[in-house]
């Protein structure tokens, strides 16, 4: 129950900001599962929410052009890689890193304006398409690695190599995670984690568009 | 999201991110 209560929580969180680590992953350290699992089992059940709201913004959604296509291929190239880093690098590697990686990301997101706006800004469509899957795959590295602050991240990215708006720029940001997250599935082992997996995405992402004020409002207070 | 202003969702991103950072920081680095 304590679990399910946090999967419905956590894909509210995913469908709007990302970051629903917050709460399902010291949830799950909560019952007793080592960090790796409980990243794995974080990683399959953020895929259901991801995709949900990627799609429920109407109008908004993301279109397979040549540029979705591109970061889509470098998202599961590597995430893949991550994963195989994930199982080869040693632990003290592993919770070492993932503080800074997120405190970069979330830097980066906070004055991504101001660096496109003295310099950074990336001119052309095209010189776009091609600059996005670039930037784009160290953060699909660190999806298939850890995963948590993955929409941050790919936000930031997103945010420096692209004009959009925020709602394209998060809808993209959700399918992007989807297809990382996907390859992440395969970490995945024990089957009464798919329980936390089930209901993030059915209740929590679907409840994300019926109730996106109310997720607001109680953010700050968790 | 189409409620959300870009504003607001740009700080709680930023939110958090930061409370990510903290949190992890807070439970990996003082182990």
């Given at each position: 129950m304590f679990l399910v209560a946090t999967g419905f929580l956590g894909g509210i969180i995913t469908a709007v900001v990302g970051g629903s680590s917050i709460i399902c992953f010291p949830a799950m350290l909560a019952v007793g599962l080592p960090p790796i699992v409980a990243s794995a089992s974080n990683t399959a059940a953020v895929v259901?929410?991801?995709?949900?709201?990627?799609?429920?913004?109407?109008?908004?959604?993301?279109?397979?052009?040549?540029?979705?296509?591109?970061?889509?291929?470098?998202?599961?190239?590597?995430?893949?890689?991550?994963?195989?880093?994930?199982?080869?690098?040693?632990?003290?590697?592993?919770?070492t890193v993932v503080p800074i990686l997120i405190a970069v990301a979330t830097l980066l997101f906070a004055f991504g304006e101001r660096l496109k706006t003295s310099g950074w800004r990336i001119g052309t469509d095209r010189a776009r398409s091609m600059t996005k899957p670039l930037l784009f795959a160290p953060v699909a590295i660190y999806g298939g690695y850890f995963g948590a602050g993955m929409g941050v991240m790919?936000?930031?990215?997103?945010?420096?190599?692209?004009?959009?708006?925020?709602?394209?720029?998060?809808?993209?940001?959700?399918?992007l995670n989807v297809l990382a997250n996907v390859v992440?599935?395969?970490?995945?082992?024990?089957?009464?984690?798919?329980?936390?997996?089930?209901?993030?995405?059915?209740?929590?992402?679907?409840?994300?568009?019926?109730?996106?004020?109310?997720?607001?409002?109680?953010?700050?207070?968790? | 999201?189409?409620?959300?202003?870009?504003?607001?969702?740009?700080?709680?991103?930023?939110?958090?991110?930061?409370?990510?950072?903290?949190?992890?920081?807070?439970?990996?680095?003082s182990l």
């Open positions: 259901p929410a991801s995709l949900i709201a990627a799609y429920s913004d109407t109008g908004r959604a993301p279109i397979w052009n040549t540029e979705v296509l591109g970061l889509a291929l470098v998202g599961f190239v590597g995430s893949a890689l991550g994963a195989m880093l994930l199982v080869a690098l040693p632990s003290a590697v592993f919770v790919t936000l930031a990215i997103l945010g420096l190599s692209g004009p959009g708006d925020h709602r394209t720029t998060n809808a993209l940001k959700n399918l992440g599935y395969r970490k995945l082992h024990r089957s009464r984690h798919r329980r936390l997996a089930g209901n993030h995405g059915h209740d929590g992402g679907c409840a994300d568009r019926r109730i996106c004020r109310r997720t607001f409002n109680a953010l700050p207070a968790r | 999201m189409r409620f959300l202003p870009a504003d607001l969702f740009r700080a709680l991103v930023v939110g958090m991110g930061a409370i990510l950072t903290v949190v992890f920081a807070w439970r990996y680095w």
